[in-house]
Each structure stands twice: as structure tokens, then as C-alpha cells.
T-cell receptor, first 114, second 111 residues
């Protein structure tokens, strides 16, 4: 079944540790996105990639980094986790960059930083 | 840039009754508007979108939305709600490369 997979499903992490959230899509979409969802704040964009080899910063990029070595994978790395990064993280993709393209979301990763 | 407002944090309806989730927009130029749904402990799922054309847009799971330019609204509707429609609903305008999501509207359908 085509779609987006994220791993892990959930994780508890000690503050200061490094963590990489994985995201893979098999729809050959050019654009990919990382959002975090916090209660009462909706979804906020962390980083995005319009195509393989390029990345950009969203609304809340501090403390996060991404890479886009190929079309399918878009990992999100927390270099040194802090408790404020406790959240649910969603990866999404769309066929192309642009506001009129439908975005497709993965199931999410629930991250708790203690 | 576009922005939307979902004036109701929560909507409660009985199963079988009509369901409406409200969204009003503010935009300069032609509006593009999306509706997404998030079921408990799941990712967001696309329901429908308005880009251009017919003002009545039909989407997934029996939902539809009417684009009303004079009222600057794009309300989501379902004629007969199901308990399984209980979820968080987002009206989202695209701004350049991203969708802008607010806190959404929580819909509870009681049996």
C-alpha cells in the first residue's frame, strides 16, 4: 500500500540525547515536510524539502535538522533533545511544492523528552 | 497570504443529525482552501479542497463543503453524522510551500 511510514511509533528520550526520526514515502513525491503537533497549537512546520537535495526552514526549525539525500527519505534529527521538544511529529509529502497540492501525512511519532 | 478561522473549538451532534464545521477565510486574491481530518492517534487525512470551479466540493467519507465568496466561508458539512466521524477537523489555507493549521475543531458525535 502506497503511503508514508514513520519510525519509531513512539519514543521516550533523555534530555541531551541525539535522536533521528525516520520518514519514508513510496509515492515518488517531490516535496516533503516535517510538522510538530502540540495541544492547542495545531501543526507547525519544522522543515521542508521541495526536492531531493534541497531543504528549507519552516516556522520552528531551532534544534532540528533534516537531510534529503534521495526522493523517498526525509529524516529529522534532534541533535540534543530538550523537554520542549516533547510532541507528536508528523511527516508529510506532496507531489510538488506549492500551496494547491494535497499533502499526505504519515501516522506520526510520539516523542517524550525527559 | 491567506488565513482562516474556525470559530468553534468543539461541535457536538447526535448520530444521524446534520454536521457542520465552520471555517471563514481572509485572503487577497483567489483563495485555495483544504479540509483535513485527524482521527484519534492517527495522522491527518485529506478530505477535500477548493481551488477553483464549482462552489460545492464533494470529498471523502460523505463530506462536502460550500465555498461562499460573499460570506467568505468554506463550511464543511455532512448530512447525517456517524459516531465514527468523531475527530479533529482542520480548515487549512496554503501559504506558499506549506499548509497553515490552526488548533482545529473537535467533533463529537454521540450515539
Amino acid at each position: 500500500i502506497a503511503g508514508i511510514t514513520q519510525a519509531p511509533t513512539s519514543q521516550i528520550l533523555a534530555a541531551g540525547r541525539r535522536m533521528t526520526l525516520r520518514c519514508t514515502q513510496d509515492m515518488r513525491h517531490n516535496a516533503m515536510y516535517w510538522y510538530r503537533q502540540d495541544l492547542g497549537l495545531g501543526l507547525r512546520l519544522i522543515h521542508y524539502s521541495n526536492t531531493a537535495g534541497t531543504t528549507g526552514k519552516g516556522e520552528v526549525p531551532d534544534g532540528y535538522s533534516v537531510s534529503r539525500a534521495n526522493t523517498d527519505d526525509f529524516p529529522l534529527t534532534l541533535a540534543s533533545a530538550v523537554p520542549s521538544q516533547t510532541s507528536v511529529y508528523f511527516c508529510a509529502s506532496s507531489p510538488a511544492r506549492g500551496g494547491t497540492d494535497t499533502q499526505y501525512f504519515g501516522p506520526g511519532t510520539r516523542l517524550t523528552v525527559l | 497570504a491567506q488565513s482562516v478561522a474556525q470559530p468553534e473549538d468543539q461541535v457536538n451532534v447526535a448520530e444521524g443529525n446534520p454536521l457542520t464545521v465552520k471555517c471563514t477565510y481572509s485572503v487577497s486574491g483567489n483563495p485555495y482552501l483544504f479540509w483535513y481530518v485527524q482521527y484519534p492517534n492517527r495522522g491527518l487525512q485529506f478530505l477535500l479542497k477548493y481551488i477553483t470551479g464549482d462552489n460545492l466540493v464533494k470529498g471523502s467519507y460523505g463530506f462536502e463543503a460550500e465555498f461562499n465568496k460573499s460570506q467568505t466561508s468554506f463550511h464543511l458539512k455532512k448530512p447525517s453524522a456517524l459516531v465514527s466521524d468523531s475527530a479533529l477537523y482542520f480548515c487549512a489555507p496554503p501559504n506558499d510551500y506549506k499548509l497553515s493549521f490552526g488548533a482545529g475543531t473537535t467533533v463529537t458525535v454521540r450515539a
